[in-house]
């Protein structure tokens, strides 16, 4: 049973940056972040397996997701944080390579809550 536990959320500005991080028991294939806003179904935000990386439109060129497989972490870089950003964020992992969809997923973090308002 892999274990993750995230961290990092808060409350933040619109605007303003924010960066979490999942720490895994153990190396798996694919890991990923999936966020939930109140009232809506969790999404896909980002995936990577070893490295590079697959992102929801709704983040594509402000979210940046990374890896270190040494010491088995999942970082996600957020940036330009809009209200819409709002919700609890997952980590995930998978044992398979090229998860990104929830089902795929084997793990799952408790999950941090991020809050972007002024």
């Known amino acids: 049973q892999v274990q993750l536990v995230e961290s990092g959320g808060g409350l933040v500005q619109p605007g303003g940056s924010l960066t979490l991080t999942c720490a895994a028991s153990?190396?798996?294939?694919?890991m990923g972040w999936f966020r939930q806003a109140p009232g809506k179904e969790r999404e896909f935000v980002a995936q990577?397996?070893?490295?590079?990386?697959r992102y929801a439109d709704s983040v594509k060129g402000r979210f940046t997701i990374s890896r270190d497989i040494a010491v088995n972490t999942l970082s996600l870089q957020m940036n330009s944080l809009n209200p819409e950003d709002t919700g609890i964020y997952y980590c995930?992992?998978?044992?398979?390579?090229?998860?990104?969809?929830?089902?795929?997923?084997?793990?799952w973090g408790q999950g941090t809550q991020v809050t972007v308002s002024s």
């Open positions: 995930a992992a998978a044992y398979r390579l090229g998860a990104y969809d929830s089902k795929q997923f084997d793990f």
């Open positions: 153990e190396r798996t294939g694919s």
């Open positions: 990577i397996n070893w490295s590079g990386g």
